[in-house]
């Protein structure tokens, strides 16, 4: 079955640590990759997405994640977290085959220790 | 240019009567999708429409949940006759082209609660 694994419900990091969210997936088809923020209260925005090419792909907000279809993996990392970036990140999957239909997986709260 | 506008942002109803949630996409785009967030879950897919046409419901309750594009005005989600467990945060998003690599934008979302 299709699914998306965040392994950590909740991440408590220091502001101005580094950060690291860890998203596995189970997919059949090659998967195209997403991770959204979730602001309290607010809708999602797209902070980076991969299709294809380059493994490691940069996204907005100083954010970055690594594709390893080896380790079914898209983990992502941020060299130093702001007080700003305390919100919920979700992954997402989806394909070519899937069209438009994303799996996402359930979150992790990402809460910043002044 | 505005993003996606979702209204109400909080809508409260009792057992049995009917919500009604209403979902205005970018300016340009023609593709529509709900999502439903339960509490400490990701999204779940619901519907997705093009003007005038229900592509995929293949996440949709099979009944009170229905779901419309007109030609003119806003996407509706409806949900009639709702029940405890339809309280959720209700997203709506919207692309520009079909497809995954049509990235898709979301509104705030609106949260239903059913008394």
């Known amino acids: 079955a299709q699914s998306v694994t965040q392994p950590d419900i909740h991440i408590t990091v220091s502001e101005g640590a580094s950060l690291e969210l860890r998203c596995n997936y189970s997919y059949g088809a090659t998967p195209y990759l997403f991770w959204y923020v979730q602001s309290p209260g607010q809708g999602l925005q797209l902070l980076l997405k991969?299709?294809?090419?380059d493994t490691l792909v940069q996204g907005i907000k100083g954010f970055e994640a690594e594709f390893k279809r080896s380790q079914s993996s898209f983990n992502l990392r941020k060299p130093s977290v702001h007080w700003s970036d305390a919100a919920e990140y979700f992954c997402?999957?989806?394909?070519?085959?899937?069209?438009?239909?994303?799996?996402w997986g359930a979150g992790t709260k990402l809460i910043i220790k002044p | 240019n505005a993003g996606v506008m979702q209204n109400p942002r909080h809508l409260v109803r009792r057992r049995g009567q009917e919500a009604r949630l209403r979902c205005s996409p970018m300016?340009?785009?023609?593709?529509v999708y709900w999502y439903r967030q339960l509490p400490e879950e990701g999204l779940k897919f619901m519907v997705y429409l093009q003007k005038e046409n229900i592509i995929d419901e293949s996440g949709m309750p099979k009944e009170r949940f229905s779901a419309e594009f007109p030609k003119e005005g806003p996407s509706i989600l409806r949900i009639q006759q709702v029940v405890r467990g339809d309280s959720a945060a209700y997203f709506c998003?919207?692309?520009?082209?079909?497809?995954?690599?049509?990235?898709?934008?979301f509104g705030p979302g609106t949260r239903l609660t059913v008394l």
């Open positions: 300016k340009g785009h023609s593709h």
């Open positions: 998003a919207s692309s520009g082209t079909s497809g995954v690599g049509g990235t898709q934008y």
């Open positions: 997402a999957v989806g394909s070519m085959d899937s069209n438009y239909q994303l799996i």
């Open positions: 991969y299709f294809s090419g």
